[in-house]
């Protein structure tokens, strides 16, 4: 049985990497709602000169990309197979994302926006920590073929072969994520078919 409705509504989007999150959730936004994405706040927040002065001293001068913005393929590479180093930069990270998605929430909710999208990669895995999930009147699943999510990484992230199942297995198992979800969208035809779905989603969750 589905949450009562408030307004706005709060969908958090769940699913494995590459599996057209950012999409699921810019559609379910749509024109008067607000998305709001981590991966785009960590940017921000890794680009900061404090948090730059600390990855130089961590990691090198390499860690900082020639334009002036910090190089997260090079940050991948050296923390995904150092949990300790990882959890350092999360350290640093983490917190100021957190702050920054419920100062979102706060300005999305005194507008009105009509819906609220988090687009958070570890919704579930940091829940303890960040609190999001209460913040949710609906979980959303996004699903993709395995082949397809790799052939997505390799091609527009410019991944090597395997860093998706590499990153996944730090991450809570794809079969959790789905079975916490009240709501599964399956991303594996055409743009045409994805903004269908979304619109049955919506309509559904406006019923009831």
Same mark, same amino acid.
């Given at each position: 049985?589905?949450?009562?409705?408030?307004?706005?509504?709060?969908?958090?989007?769940?699913?494995?990497? *590459?599996?057209?999150?950012?999409? %699921?959730?810019? /559609? !379910?936004?749509? &024109?008067? #709602?607000?998305?709001?994405? $981590?991966? @785009?706040?960590?940017?921000? *927040?890794?680009?900061?000169?404090? %948090?730059?002065? /600390? !990855?130089?001293? &961590?990691? #090198?001068?390499?860690?900082? $990309?020639? @334009?002036?913005?910090?190089?997260?393929?090079?940050?991948?590479?050296?923390?995904?197979?150092?949990?300790?180093?990882?959890?350092?930069?999360?350290?640093?990270?983490?917190?100021?994302?957190?702050?920054?998605?419920?100062?979102?929430?706060?300005?999305?909710?005194?507008?009105?926006?009509?819906?609220?999208?988090?687009?958070?990669?570890?919704?579930?895995?940091?829940?303890?920590?960040?609190?999001?999930?209460?913040?949710?009147?609906?979980?959303?699943?996004?699903?993709?073929?395995?082949?397809?999510?790799?052939?997505?990484?390799?091609?527009?992230?410019?991944?090597?072969?395997?860093?998706?199942?590499?990153?996944?297995?730090?991450?809570?198992?794809?079969?959790?994520?789905?079975?916490?979800?009240?709501?599964?969208?399956?991303?594996?035809?055409?743009?045409?078919?994805?903004?269908?779905?979304?619109?049955?989603?919506?309509?559904?969750?406006?019923?009831?």
């Amino acid at each position: 049985m589905s949450p009562p409705l408030r307004h706005p509504i709060v969908f958090g989007v769940l699913g494995g990497i *590459a599996s057209g999150k950012s999409r %699921v959730a810019r /559609l !379910l936004a749509g &024109e008067g #709602g607000v998305v709001l994405a $981590a991966d @785009d706040l960590a940017q921000a *927040a890794l680009d900061s000169p404090t %948090v730059q002065a /600390l !990855l130089r001293q &961590e990691f #090198g001068a390499s860690a900082v $990309a020639p @334009d002036g913005r910090t190089d997260r393929k090079v940050l991948s590479e050296r923390i995904f197979g150092d949990p300790a180093a990882r959890r350092r930069l999360e350290g640093w990270i983490h917190p100021v994302v957190r702050e920054r998605i419920f100062a979102g929430l706060a300005e999305a909710r005194e507008q009105r926006a009509e819906r609220i999208v988090l687009d958070v990669p570890l919704l579930l895995e940091n829940a303890a920590q960040h609190e999001l999930v209460r913040e949710c009147d609906h979980l959303v699943f996004v699903g993709a073929p395995a082949a397809e999510r790799e052939r997505r990484a390799v091609a527009e992230r410019s991944w090597r072969p395997g860093e998706v199942a590499r990153r996944e297995a730090t991450q809570l198992p794809l079969h959790e994520k789905r079975r916490r979800a009240d709501i599964v969208i399956e991303n594996d035809g055409t743009l045409e078919e994805l903004e269908a779905k979304i619109h049955d989603v919506l309509e559904a969750v406006y019923r009831t």
